[in-house]
């Protein structure tokens, strides 16, 4: 039942809990079929070489396939919502970027990409801290309005989930922190994006990047945060992740990140040569199994092109059972050092185990204490 503070409390979520409890209710049914039709749907753009696509009517084909897709996976969103209640949240933080692209396309077309996003630091950083302060006044304003039994009860009630189910109804509470958080990170990620170089840029975003897998690897391996809670920052960082891919690639054209591409790989080999078996051990470890899907995957592909069909890309010279990527590829991981590479993937996993152990260890020693 409802207390007399029940309109208070749910009162600035306006119609979130009921749209919520809408798409659980009558479209979680439907999630796992969506799901397969989405990963269908991947798998025939790479098979069908739908990229590649030229031709007017092919380019005008190709939008209408991406946009479906792009509708599939908000639909998927808010079909899983009743199991992940940060997946509404997930959607925002992918769409802002592309927002930001659209008002850049509608309101100042001759500004310079780079230059427009530069100067999203400050409009996004305000946006974020107005989130975070409005959010805290309203919850520090009246005891009646901050999270406890009876909050989660009322809104369990209102997203249709019984007080004696596993939801978790914290993460709905806080979605206007989670809000303001994807707007102070595109903020911080927006400061990035400031030089001519798309090699600085790009070593940039690598390096940020790599900081906050760093950060929430720690996080989930230690166990501080709740499971729920990790859960979602771990969501909320792949969908900005995402995001912020777009607004990198649309910083610049396509011959341009072409044209930098030798050079960024050049510099990466010439500093961290030393370092080169390391990272491939760790990729052997990470990426194995996807290995094998990638070349029966390429496999497939190259069987469709060498049917000539209107649809795929030319074959070409290459007559191989791979594409000529894929192929070349291949023949890069040939040259090397397998016996090194290997004993450095044993070392990584070895070292995994042993980090697990330690971390488990080391936190019930640090909450006994």
């Known amino acids: 039942m409802y207390t007399k503070n029940s309109r208070f409390i749910k009162q600035p979520m306006g119609a979130g809990l009921q749209t919520f409890y809408y798409f659980a209710e009558n479209f979680s049914d439907y999630s796992y079929a969506l799901g397969l039709g ?6 025939i753009f790479y098979l069908l070489d739908v990229d590649s696509w030229k031709s007017k009517v092919g380019i005008f084909l190709r939008s209408v396939y991406i946009m479906g897709i792009l509708l599939g996976l908000i639909a998927f969103c808010l079909f899983i919502a009743e199991e992940r209640p940060a997946s509404p949240i997930a959607i925002f933080a992918f769409l802002v970027p592309l927002w930001l692209f659209f008002i850049k396309r509608i309101f100042f077309p001759k500004v310079d990409f780079r230059l427009y996003v530069s100067q999203l630091t400050g409009p996004l950083f305000i946006a974020s801290m107005g989130h975070f302060i409005a959010f805290g006044t309203w919850a520090f304003s009246s005891p009646n309005r901050r999270y406890n039994i009876e909050t989660a009860k009322i809104y369990g009630k209102e997203t249709g989930c019984e007080v004696n189910e596993n939801c978790d109804t914290f993460i709905i ?3 206007p922190v989670l809000v303001g958080l994807v707007l102070f990170f595109f903020s911080f990620f927006a400061s990035f994006l400031h030089s001519k170089s798309p090699t600085k840029d790009i070593t940039n975003f690598i390096k940020l990047w790599m900081i906050l897998m760093f950060i929430f690897w720690v996080t989930i391996s230690l166990n501080f945060a709740s499971n729920s809670l990790t859960e979602t920052l771990i969501i909320l960082t792949f969908a900005a992740f995402a995001g912020s891919v777009f607004l990198l690639v649309a910083s610049y054209t396509k011959d341009e990140l ?3 591409e030798k050079e960024l790989w050049h510099n990466f080999v010439e500093r961290y040569a030393s370092y080169l078996d390391i990272l491939r051990g760790f990729s052997v470890v990470l990426l194995l199994p996807v290995g094998f899907i990638y070349l029966f995957l390429s496999l497939l592909n190259q069987s469709i092109r060498k ?11 290459h007559r191989g059972l791979l594409t000529k990527k894929t192929s070349a590829q291949l023949n890069a991981v040939k040259t090397w050092n397998t016996s090194k590479v290997i004993t450095y993937a044993i070392y990584w996993g070895v070292g995994y185990m042993i980090y697990q152990v330690i971390a488990a260890q080391f936190l019930t020693l640090f909450l006994g204490w």
Do not use: D, M, R
């Open 38 to 43: 989405i990963v269908a749907a991947f798998l």
């Open 258 to 260: 072409h044209e930098q």
């Open 307 to 317: 049917l000539s069909c209107p649809f795929s890309k030319p074959i070409g010279t």
């Open 173 to 175: 509470y806080i979605g």
